[in-house]
């Protein structure tokens, strides 16, 4: 193949390979392509892990909000009661009160627990994020090596045929 040949080779499409790495590698390990996309599958299932506790939180700061509600109300009841000298049924209101108070407390622990789960997992889904990120830096790093090692065969085989096709005596 002449030298120009072999320049405008270098310089052709090649056809996509499917795959942005030169292939799975020995003894089974992945490639940069399929490493990368198992990467982004835990972190996506870790956004959705963060999100699925966030929304149980939420659900019980609404429980917590209603039965306070309630609670509220039968404060109320069990005034109206006491003021219109009904001991009973303010005693019955008060008694139900004790006991959706400790329901709300319930509530309360509970996502508490849920808040300090999801800071715990927003850390590490930052944690993760980050080292996905430093893994794609060295995959790019790669595969920028890989095509400057292969433009620099181009250039090296070019330059030989150059050296052949003038000859020897120049």
Avoid: C, Y
Avoid at 24 to 31: K, M, N
Avoid at 39 to 65: F, T
């Amino acid at each position: 193949m002449s030298v120009f040949g072999r320049l405008a080779a270098a310089f052709r499409p090649k056809p996509a390979a499917g795959r942005d790495d030169a292939g799975a590698s020995g003894g089974g390990q992945l490639t940069l392509g399929e490493a990368q996309l198992k990467q982004l599958a835990a972190v996506q299932q870790m956004r959705r892990g963060v999100a699925d506790v966030s929304v149980s939180r939420q659900r019980l700061d609404l429980q917590a909000a209603d039965l306070k509600k309630a609670m509220d109300s039968l404060e109320a009841q069990a005034a109206a009661a006491r003021s219109a000298g009904d001991s009973g049924a303010a005693q019955t209101a008060l008694g139900r009160h004790v006991i959706m108070a400790e329901q709300h407390h319930d509530l309360v622990s509970q996502r508490d627990a849920l808040a300090e789960q999801e800071a715990m997992l927003a850390g590490a889904l930052a944690q993760l994020q980050a080292r996905v990120s430093g893994f794609n830096v060295t995959a790019e790093t790669l595969k920028a090596a890989q095509a400057a090692a292969e433009a620099r065969l181009t250039i090296s085989k070019s330059l030989d045929d150059l050296k052949d096709s003038r000859g020897p005596n120049q």
